[in-house]
């Protein structure tokens, strides 16, 4: 029989630009922290999953077998480095649940880690395009914000140009940013600001504004996952209501750059599984690298038909008081987006919320959580739906 993995302890630290030289440093705080939490010795852990991209990032590759460093007793615990892209720490969160659920192990301890800002912008903005397609990509100018750029005239061209609805989604996470103590950028920067092309707030890649695009960041998180068995002696547990992975063609030229095919099949299959629609959800925490990924995950969700995302921004859907809030975590937009460590996060803090355990980030009465980590530009797509289990 089948067992079901649930999540039964994490720890996250705040994301921004880091004194620790590394990940080995970066996963070293959040690895025994995680464990604690849930209440689990070093060993009784069967199985460890690294989400790191690095790709350049850094020349120590091998990252799977960096934990042990920290924690000694995990040293003959096998140990294996997940990359997806963006979507690296849900693709390490999906291996450990395979395992879990297989029977292979009962306890599993996730680690997602990135640390992007020892490189040059310049050459940040290099790896960042290995997630993209470098045959025909590679020269896009602005980088990888440029192949969101791309989208996003792609998009005005041929619904109109929906910059200031844009302007308003990175405002709303900036502004729900501020009550998150792991955020990067804890600063409500307003609308007018997030609206105006400035010195401040230059074109990255027009028409994406700085305010429309992710941060460079450093940061960590990590959770322990264990069968419900294990977890009856625990603390707590989060389970999944469902679970999906989709993947779509990575050439933009090969798709429609106007609809995330990949992400609307993905969320289509986890409600499915899960028996729920939108509207059972609390809260949902989505990957807004840029707040035209925000816009076109609002239509691949279905808040809103195609070319009509921007209703869910006027009419204040998406809001923390409004009727499916949205990143009340500030999302990557305000929180930071160190890649391998971004979907562990976003699970983190739904779990948290659902927890209530959120504090100022709290939607009160948190049942039903949404969580979409998506790689490169909606190739590599996974929805999960959480539930408090304990």
């Not at 899960?274 to 609390?282: Q, T």
């Not at 987006?337 to 562990?344: D, F, S």
């Not at 779990?351 to 909606?378: D, I, S």
């Amino acid at each position: 029989m089948t067992k079901r993995a649930v999540i039964v302890g994490w720890s996250h630290i705040p994301f921004g630009k880091l004194i620790e030289p590394d990940t080995e440093s970066l996963m070293a705080r959040v690895s025994g922290a995680a464990l604690d939490h849930a209440g689990v010795s070093r060993e009784d852990v069967d199985g460890i999953y690294v989400g790191v991209y690095n790709n350049g990032f850094d020349k120590q590759d091998f990252q799977g077998a960096l934990v042990a460093l920290s924690e000694p007793a995990l040293a003959y615990t096998p140990a294996t480095r997940l990359e997806n892209a963006c979507a690296t720490g849900s693709a390490a969160i999906h291996a450990a649940m395979d395992f879990i659920e297989a029977g292979r192990g009962r306890i599993a301890l996730v680690v997602g880690a990135e640390k992007m800002s020892s490189q040059p912008n310049p050459v940040v903005g290099d790896i960042l395009l290995s997630a993209s397609y470098r045959k025909e990509e590679a020269n896009v100018t602005g980088g990888f914000a440029g192949v969101f750029a791309q989208i996003a005239k792609s998009y005005f061209a041929r619904y109109g140009d929906r910059s200031e609805e844009l302007a308003r989604i990175a405002a709303k996470n900036h502004k729900n940013g501020v009550d998150n103590p792991y955020a990067q950028i804890r600063k409500d920067l307003g609308f007018e600001f997030c609206n105006e092309v400035s010195d401040k707030n230059p074109y990255v890649a027009a028409p994406l504004r700085r305010t429309d695009c992710s941060l460079v960041s450093d940061g960590a998180a990590a959770m322990v996952i264990a069968d419900e068995e294990t977890a009856r002696d625990l603390a707590r547990a989060v389970g999944f209501r469902a679970r999906s992975h989709v993947n779509d063609l990575m050439p933009l030229s090969r798709r429609d750059p106007t609809t995330l095919e990949g992400a609307r099949r993905a969320w289509r299959q986890a409600l499915d599984e899960a028996g729920i629609g939108l509207d059972d959800l609390s809260l949902v925490e989505t990957h807004d690298c840029f707040t035209i990924a925000e816009l076109l995950e609002y239509e691949a969700m279905g808040l809103a038909a195609p070319g009509e995302g921007y209703k869910v921004v006027r009419e204040g859907i998406a809001e923390k008081t409004g009727r499916l809030p949205v990143n009340a975590s500030g999302g990557l937009k305000a929180k930071g987006h160190p890649i391998g460590a971004t979907g562990v996060s976003m699970h983190v803090l739904a779990c948290m919320q659902l927890m209530n355990e959120a504090g100022a980030m709290q939607v009160p009465g948190a049942k039903l959580a949404g969580v979409f980590n998506m790689g490169g530009a909606a190739v590599t797509n996974y929805v999960s739906i959480l539930e408090r289990r304990k």
